[in-house]
C-alpha cells in the first residue's frame, strides 16, 4: 500500500531514477544479501516472538518514514530497516504454517490458503496506495501500512502455535547461516526444481519493466488499462492458489512446480501475442492462475523436503536467490525494452521461463527414471543372489 506512492513521491521530488533505484534496492537488497543470516535467525529463536517483534520494529520504522518522508536521506536507512524485517519475517512466517495449521491439515492447504491471502494483498494494496498517492495522502499510505504491521503483532500475540527450533542431532553443532543454501543444492529434487524456478524468475521479472511500455505505447491504454492488467495477474494468482495448488500430491509437487512454471511464461507469451487489451487480459490471468499454483506447490516442497531444524534458512534461501533473481531482472527488463521493444521483451519473459521450465522438468524425468532403473538393478541383484 505505501511502497508505489512512496516511490512515486520521490521521483516527483528528486527528479532521479537512480533515487528510485537507490529506494528500491534499499527495500529489497536485504532480503537477498541477509538472507542466511535471516534464515539463522529464525532457526536459532522462538518463531512466534520473532514475529511479534518485527512487526513492531517494522511500524515503529514505518512511523519514522512518515515523520521524514521528504528527505531521501533518511528514507534509503529506514527502507533499509523495513528491508531486513522483510527478510527475517518471510521465513518465519513460512516456518511457523506447519505449527499454525496443527497435524490434521495438510500442508499443501495450509500453503494454498496462505497464497491465497497473499494475492490478495497483492491486488488490493497496490491499488489503494495508486489511489492515496494520486490524492495527496502519501501520509495516510504510511499512517495504514504502519497499522497493518501492528495488526501483524497483534495476530501473532494471539497465536497459539510455537515454533521453538531444534538443533540437528549433535547438540555441539552450530546454526549457520550457510546451511540452508547446502541443503538446497543437496537436495537432488529440490535443486533441479527451485534452480529452474529461480532461473526463470529472472526472466520472468523483465515483464514488470516492459508491461507499461506494452500497455500504452503498443496496444495504445492508459493508465486504467494497465491496473487492469496487473490486476487480471494478481486474481489469478488468487484463483490458482486457492483451487488449484492444494490438489497436487507430495508426489508430484516438483514436476508440478516446474509445470507451473512453464504455463506461466505461456500466460505471458499469450498476452504480448495479444493486439487488444482483452486478449491480453485473458493471457495474464491464465499465467497468473500458473504463478499461484507454482507459488503453493514450491513452498510446500520445501515444506516436505526441508528438516524442522533447517525450515527458515532452507526457505530464506530460496527467498533470497528468488528477490535477487527479480533485482537483477529491473535491469534486464530495461536493457531489453531499450533494445527490443515492449513487445519482443515481454515475449522474451513468457518464452523464456516457459523454456526454462521445460528444460527443468526433463531434467527431473531424467533424474528419477535414472534412480527408478539403479532400483531395479539392485533389486534383480539381490533376487539372483537369493536365488543362487
Not at 522483510?86 to 495450509?110: C, N
Not at 501475442?273 to 504463478?291: C, E, N
Request: aromatic share 6%; charged share 10%; proline share 3%.
Amino acid at each position: 500500500m505505501a511502497i508505489f506512492p512512496l516511490i512515486l513521491h520521490v521521483q516527483q521530488r528528486t527528479g532521479s531514477a537512480f533515487a528510485v533505484s537507490a529506494l528500491i534496492f534499499a527495500l529489497w537488497g536485504p532480503v537477498v544479501l541477509a538472507s542466511g543470516i535471516a534464515g539463522a535467525i529464525v532457526d536459532r529463536f522462538e518463531n512466534r516472538r520473532i514475529l511479534i517483534i518485527v512487526s513492531l520494529v517494522q511500524a515503529a520504522t514505518v512511523i519514522a518514514m512518515l515523520v521524514g518522508r521528504n528527505s531521501l536521506w533518511s528514507l534509503v536507512p529506514l527502507m533499509t530497516v523495513l528491508g531486513f524485517g522483510v527478510a527475517v519475517s518471510q521465513p518465519t512466517e513460512f516456518a511457523l504454517i506447519p505449527a499454525a495449521a496443527g497435524p490434521d491439515t495438510d500442508a499443501a492447504q495450509a500453503n494454498g490458503l496462505m497464497e491465497t491471502v497473499r494475492s490478495v494483498g497483492f491486488t488490493a494494496g497496490p491499488l489503494v496506495g495508486g489511489a492515496l498517492g494520486a490524492a495527496g495522502l502519501l501520509w495516510l499510505a504510511l499512517a495504514l501500512n504502519a497499522l497493518s504491521f501492528v495488526i501483524v503483532a497483534a495476530a501473532g500475540q494471539l497465536l497459539h502455535a510455537r515454533r521453538s527450533p531444534q538443533r540437528a542431532a549433535d547438540a555441539d553443532q552450530p546454526v549457520r547461516a550457510r546451511d540452508g543454501f547446502k541443503f538446497l543444492r543437496r537436495e537432488r529434487d529440490l535443486k533441479i526444481t527451485l534452480t529452474g524456478a529461480v532461473a526463470a524468475l529472472a526472466l520472468f521479472s523483465m515483464s514488470a519493466t516492459a508491461e507499461p511500455f506494452f500497455v500504452t505505447r503498443v496496444l495504445g491504454g492508459g493508465s486504467v488499462a494497465y491496473g487492469l492488467l496487473l490486476s487480471s495477474w494478481t486474481v489469478g494468482m488468487a484463483a490458482g492458489s486457492a483451487g488449484i495448488g492444494n490438489r497436487v500430491g507430495a508426489r508430484h509437487l516438483a514436476a508440478g512446480g516446474l509445470v507451473a512454471v512453464v504455463l506461466q511464461g505461456l500466460g505471458i507469451t499469450g498476452g504480448a501475442l495479444a493486439t487488444t487489451v482483452w486478449l491480453a487480459l485473458i493471457g495474464f490471468s491464465f499465467g497468473g492462475v500458473a504463478h499461484g499454483v507454482k507459488n503453493v506447490l514450491l513452498r510446500t516442497l520445501i515444506h516436505e523436503r526441508a528438516p524442522e531444524a533447517l525450515r527458515g534458512r532452507a526457505f530464506a534461501a530460496y527467498n533470497g536467490a528468488r528477490n535477487g533473481a527479480e533485482l537483477g531482472a529491473l535491469v534486464l527488463g530495461g536493457i531489453a525494452v531499450t533494445a527490443v521493444g515492449a513487445r519482443s521483451a515481454l515475449l522474451v519473459s513468457g518464452l523464456g521461463p516457459a523454456s526454462v521450465g521445460a528444460t527443468g522438468l526433463l531434467l527431473l524425468i531424467k533424474r528419477r527414471s535414472n534412480g527408478a532403473a539403479h532400483t531395479t538393478n539392485e533389486g534383480s541383484v539381490l533376487h539372483a543372489h537369493i536365488q543362487g
